[in-house]
């Protein structure tokens, strides 16, 4: 079976519903935040602010890449993965892309509190996040598998998530 990747903007909620996606499928979970924050010995955050967004992006590269060898699991990935060429191609061989759709106002809602340790929201409106959502759009839209997740339960989304997957996999 295809290795399962989950991606879309900060604070969609890749991470917790990765590792319940996870559970339910009795996969392993990794996601490229922690992969990368274990590899730096500190939060991605940190990382970016000492060492500047060029070498997160190598740091997380290399981690996607390490991730791949990992042909079963289920991968969250950071909210700018799919940003970087050689990572994309990299996550599109050989898994079923998920994209967690939401909107500028849940994401905004959602990051409330987490806005400290994500220095790309920082200071930033709900419009602001939305015209950087806009400007990432076309890359999250190149995927498999799209769900909504404004104002959902993880396990409505996460069952939601279990018939698509089938309904891919049934169809190739
Ligand atoms: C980023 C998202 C973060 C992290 C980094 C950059 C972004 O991951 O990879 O801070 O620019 O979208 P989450 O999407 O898990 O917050």
Redesign the pocket.
Known sequence: MERIVLI????VG??TIGRRLAMRLSRDFYD??ST?AKCEGMP??EV?RKKGVKY?QGA?QFAVTTLMEKPNAVI??????VLNDASRAALRDGSLIIWLQATADTIYRNTCHSRNR???LQGKTAAEIGELLDQRLPYYQECDITVQVDGREIDDIVNELLQKIQRTLDAQ
Do not use: L, Y
């Not at 879309?8 to 604070?11: D, I, S, T, V």
């Not at 969250?76 to 993965?81: D, K, P, R, Y």
């Open positions: 879309g903007f900060m604070g890749k991470t490229t935040d990368v991605v955050a970016v997160f997380e969250s990935t950071g909210g700018s993965t994500r220095p790309e």
